[in-house]
């Protein structure tokens, strides 16, 4: 693309998608209203642990990778990808509005020949019932004028086998021409894309990889609990299970789901149901279990409080190994951990936390301490 590419949104799917593209020639555009990102982007100073300072600096250097929180240099570039967030509202309903904003802002640099990619986890229905009216506010028709379509990020943060260059690209488009031109970016810099045939499927699809985790989830982690009660080791359960070869796939149980995706995304789908009379019961469900585990977790702990040290909750000194939602990462978003230490402190204990990923939570008035157990009544690895 002789005009190259505008990503829209410099966070953790954005910034590494722009690594991709610029090492396969493009010329890559970030774009950011956040002015403190542009600068740091500009000087090579990395904020994405996926994409280390090293690597943007030789991006920046040798591949002409810039940033910038312009959007009227939207007009120049051929492709424009919109990597934003959609969280939920406090009522667990999809909040568009940071897309839609964006949407308007590009729809006043829209020009023909434009293709427009939507790849921000969402509801089935978005590409096509919220941004294309949004983009042909401009005047402009999707699919004759300028293409558009979908195509989900698939980023696992800290993951070094799987990343955003080898993992296959899911692409959608608003017509079978919008599909083409987005498969044909996509391939430029992607190992395997695999077209689909509307933007709709290509939106569920991503939902259906994010809702298989957390049912799967929900379940080892109902089966933790009743392990529990039963006296029965729930890893050599597992460890047992997993030694089949067929029809058996193995997930662990832990203190809940993190990140920006697995808790998030399976609310978008039951949202949308409810539009066609329909309930999801079971996603709704394994969102109810996952979402009980740190109060499990706490139960642990007092057990263990009781019965090992004859000691409650209240006074007692606790030490959560790991606040981020995964490990070796700093993303602490809708980690389990966080509600962990906030249940524990809530129940009278003293609580610090140690993690070299995350240096502090501010939100809690917490920095990390160093790594002393002896000091503390119970070490909880998270």
């Not at 990778?65 to 406090?90: N, W």
């Not at 260059?165 to 190992?191: F, H, M, R």
């Not at 808790?263 to 394994?286: H, N, S």
């Not at 009980?292 to 409080?305: E, G």
């Amino acid at each position: 693309m002789s005009g190259g590419i505008a990503i829209v949104g410099a966070g953790y799917v954005g910034v590494p998608m722009a690594q991709v593209f610029a090492e396969a020639g493009h010329s890559v555009l970030l774009v950011d209203v956040d002015a403190e990102r542009v600068a740091r982007l500009n000087r090579g100073d990395s904020y994405i642990e996926d994409v280390p300072s090293e690597t943007l600096q030789r991006l920046v250097r040798d591949h002409g990778l810039r940033a910038t929180a312009d959007y009227d240099e939207l007009r120049e570039r051929d492709a424009i990808l919109v990597a934003l967030p959609t969280p939920l509202s406090k009522q667990r309903e999809p909040d568009l509005g940071i897309v839609r904003a964006a949407g308007a802002d590009i729809a006043k640099r829209l020009r023909r020949g434009h293709l427009v990619v939507l790849q921000s986890t969402t509801y089935p229905g978005t590409t096509r019932d919220c941004l294309l009216p949004i983009l042909e506010e401009s005047g402009l028709k999707a699919g004759s004028d300028f293409h558009l379509a979908f195509a989900p990020e698939r980023v696992d943060p800290g993951n070094r086998d799987w990343t955003t260059k080898n993992v296959t690209k899911v692409v959608g488009g608003i017509t079978p021409a919008c599909t083409e031109a987005a498969a044909k970016l996509y391939a430029s810099a992607i190992g395997t894309v695999h077209p689909v045939s509307s933007p709709e499927a290509a939106e569920l699809s991503k939902l259906l990889e994010n809702i298989f985790r957390s049912v799967n989830i929900a379940l080892v982690n109902e089966l933790a609990q009743l392990c529990d009660r039963m006296e029965i080791d729930v890893w050599e359960v597992l460890d047992a299970a997993s030694t089949k070869p067929f029809g058996f796939m193995p997930f662990q149980p832990g203190p809940g789901l993190g990140g920006h995706c697995i808790p998030v995304d399976p609310f978008y789908l039951t949202w949308k149901a409810r539009e066609f009379d329909f309930y999801t019961e079971f996603v709704e469900l394994a969102g109810k279990v996952n979402e009980n585990m740190p109060y499990f977790c706490r139960s642990l702990i007092s057990q263990a409080l009781n019965h090992g040290k004859e000691r409650s909750l209240k006074g007692s000194k606790v030490l959560v190994l790991g606040v981020a939602y995964k490990a070796d990462i700093a993303d602490v978003r809708e980690s389990p951990a966080l509600k962990l230490v906030e249940l524990l402190r809530n129940g009278g204990s003293e609580v610090s936390y140690h993690d070299p990923h995350v240096p502090e939570l501010p939100e809690h008035g917490l920095r990390s301490s160093p790594l002393e157990p002896a000091a503390y009544d119970c070490v909880v690895i998270v």
